[in-house]
């Protein structure tokens, strides 16, 4: 079923969240092919890519199987956010997002992340920045708001709006909450009434059902599913059983490999490959043993060695 999200084509409503140190393109073309509509990169820092850095070039790489697929930048400053959009434009890429829900200490720090859904000003300014030099379609990924007294998400939605943003993200969460505590879907109600553009819901969706629920509860555009796609890429998909066999999650983990060997070059980082692979098998009575083998690799070439061990003793189903 393809839908829209403003300009961009969607064949599903379900979304991959941005998340740095995991939606690289290796694991973005595996929640594609698990039927994911749409993927966010990891968030891109726009000084470092105005700078030409190499850790932000380094999370650039896209092709045209993984389309569409939006990135994200975070900063402060509009005329840093302005440069790095018209950069990022020239990429083939379906649109760019900026991050206005980034708890992290160094990022607020710097007024950047969630520090902007209490700065309604600053916010405007770089979204208007953004959206000017950017040649794709620009969307906004808010928290509710700094804290339980301030939820500003309604505003923000609408000054990002009329600054020329064509959807809008929204972690139904506070900056104060960090990822955990109840979800408001209130909060994302009111900013659907609030703008006319799609509204994409986040936060704690953990599983399909539960997506498939919330958007006809509240009949948001899309749903956005961040860490329980992680060592579970099948939450994408209508028709993979959601608890599925140990054989099952070993050849998910090895297709996982297999686009890592193919897109990361000359090999997967062994500490970021690790913290995908140990995710598989959460849930599973063997999975704490497991997590231990696979802390304990040293090469990636050993891990690569071990998951295929693994795939040869469990029963094939
Ligand atoms: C490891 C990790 C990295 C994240 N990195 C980003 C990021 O780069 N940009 C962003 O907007 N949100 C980031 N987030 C937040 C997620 O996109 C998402 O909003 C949040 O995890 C809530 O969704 P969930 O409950 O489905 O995980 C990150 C979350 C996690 C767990």
Redesign the pocket.
């Known amino acids: 079923m393809t839908s829209s999200l403003g300009p961009i084509l969607i064949k599903s409503p379900f979304i991959l ?6 939606t690289d393109l290796p694991f973005r073309l595996l929640c594609r092919e698990y039927g994911a509509g749409l993927c966010y990169s ?2 891109i820092d726009c000084q470092g890519l105005v700078v030409q850095q190499q850790e932000c070039l380094e999370l650039l790489p896209t092709n045209t199987t993984e389309q569409p697929v939006i990135m ?1 930048l975070y900063g402060s400053d509009p005329g840093t956010m302005g440069e790095a959009a018209a950069i990022l434009s020239e990429h083939p890429i379906a649109g760019i997002d900026i ?1 206005m ?2 708890p992290m200490e160094k990022i607020i720090q710097q007024g950047a992340g969630a520090a902007l859904m209490k700065n309604p000003r600053l916010a405007e300014k770089i979204i208007a920045a953004v959206c000017k030099n950017s040649t794709k379609p620009v969307t906004v ?1 808010i928290r509710s708001g700094w804290n339980q007294h301030t939820i500003t998400a309604p505003e923000i939605a609408k000054i990002a709006e009329g600054a020329g943003a064509q959807a809008i993200a929204i ?1 139904a969460r506070t900056w104060s909450d960090g ?1 955990t505590g109840p979800i408001d879907h209130g909060v994302i109600q009111q900013i659907m009434k609030s703008v006319s553009i799609p509204v994409i819901a ?4 953990t599983s399909h059902e539960q997506g498939v629920a919330l958007l006809k509860k509240i009949g948001c555009a899309g749903v ?5 796609a992680l060592g579970a890429p099948w939450i994408f998909s209508e028709t993979v059983n959601q608890h599925p066999s140990m054989a099952y999650r070993i050849k998910a983990l090895l297709r996982h490999l297999e686009l890592a060997e193919t897109h990361l070059t000359p090999e997967p980082s062994l500490s970021k490959i690790r913290n995908h692979a140990w995710k598989y098998f959460r849930g599973t009575t063997t999975g704490p043993a497991i997590r231990k083998q696979i802390d304990a690799t040293t090469s990636y070439t050993e891990l690569r060695t071990f998951i295929h061990t693994l795939a040869e003793r469990v029963p094939q189903k």
Request: proline share 4%; glycine share 16%; with cysteine.
């Open positions: 969240a941005p998340m740095a140190g995991c990891e968030m994200q991050n829900g980034c990924k972690h990822f986040n936060g704690d969706i956005m599913v961040g860490r329980a």
